[in-house]
């Protein structure tokens, strides 16, 4: 009876492989932070083929996602949002920010989250980084203009305490209000932080 031959290349893919992934990137993104990690590095780390990675999160913001164990990834659901008119963006950003924390699947993970940047300081460094480059950059090149980045970053600001106040602190009566509600309220707001400043006036003029 003749013995199998070794196996010879990378790892097929199965559970504890994907286990394996995510162990990798967990401790990637913690040590070296979200942007300096790669993809190739991590399935290199993992011995895994880097379509492994692919087949099984799809993106670098999909590994990270599940890396979080977020049931919706905010990352993955705002490029889908950003490719509308810029007018109506912030009307779309507030409805998914309604519609996934409206849902207890999606939102309990995210307030895990939020649990777990609050008390580790490098996850809190890897959870501010994701949302800077994941989220405030790629709403400062959907808008572009003066001060972009500044805007994006106050819209975001804007939406953090909206969260903040609605689904982790249930301030009543805005914990109780219904989206159509919420967005008659703030939405004039979150319009006017998007629209570009007008330029100062010099001196003596």
């Given at each position: 009876?003749?013995?199998?031959?070794?196996?010879?290349?990378?790892?097929?893919?199965?559970?504890?492989?994907?286990?394996?992934?995510?162990?990798?990137?967990?401790?990637?993104?913690?040590?070296?932070?979200?942007?300096?990690?790669?993809?190739?590095?991590?399935?290199?780390?993992?011995?895994?083929?880097?379509?492994?990675?692919?087949?099984?999160?799809?993106?670098?913001?999909?590994?990270?996602?599940?890396?979080?164990?977020?049931?919706?990834?905010?990352?993955?659901?705002?490029?889908?949002?950003?490719?509308?008119?810029?007018?109506?963006?912030?009307?779309?950003?507030?409805a998914e920010v309604l519609d996934v924390w409206?849902?207890?699947?999606?939102?309990?993970?995210?307030?895990?989250?939020?649990?777990?940047?609050?008390?580790?300081?490098?996850?809190?460094?890897?959870?501010?980084?994701?949302?800077?480059?994941?989220?405030?950059?790629?709403?400062?090149?959907?808008?572009?203009?003066?001060?972009?980045?500044?805007r994006a970053c106050d819209f975001a600001a804007?939406?953090?305490?909206?969260?903040?106040?609605?689904?982790?602190?249930?301030?009543?009566?805005?914990?109780?209000?219904?989206?159509?509600?919420?967005?008659?309220?703030?939405?004039?707001?979150?319009?006017?932080?998007?629209?570009?400043?007008?330029?100062?006036?010099?001196?003596?003029?």
């Amino acid at each position: 009876m003749m013995n199998n031959p070794p196996r010879r290349g990378r790892r097929a893919g199965s559970p504890d492989t994907r286990a394996q992934i995510l162990d990798v990137a967990r401790r990637r993104f913690l040590a070296e932070g979200y942007q300096a990690v790669t993809m190739r590095s991590i399935a290199a780390e993992a011995d895994v083929d880097l379509a492994l990675i692919s087949y099984f999160f799809g993106s670098k913001k999909g590994l990270f996602g599940a890396v979080l164990a977020l049931a919706t990834n905010p990352a993955e659901r705002l490029a889908l949002v950003l490719e509308g008119e810029v007018e109506t963006l912030p009307d779309r950003i507030l409805a998914e920010v309604l519609d996934v924390w409206g849902s207890p699947v999606a939102a309990d993970p995210l307030r895990a989250m939020l649990g777990s940047a609050a008390q580790d300081p490098a996850v809190g460094t890897l959870v501010s980084e994701v949302l800077q480059r994941e989220m405030v950059d790629r709403i400062a090149a959907r808008i572009g203009g003066a001060d972009a980045r500044r805007r994006a970053c106050d819209f975001a600001a804007h939406l953090a305490g909206l969260i903040m106040a609605r689904y982790i602190l249930r301030l009543e009566p805005l914990a109780s209000l219904p989206p159509d509600e919420i967005a008659r309220t703030h939405l004039p707001l979150l319009r006017l932080v998007l629209r570009p400043r007008p330029a100062s006036p010099r001196p003596g003029r």
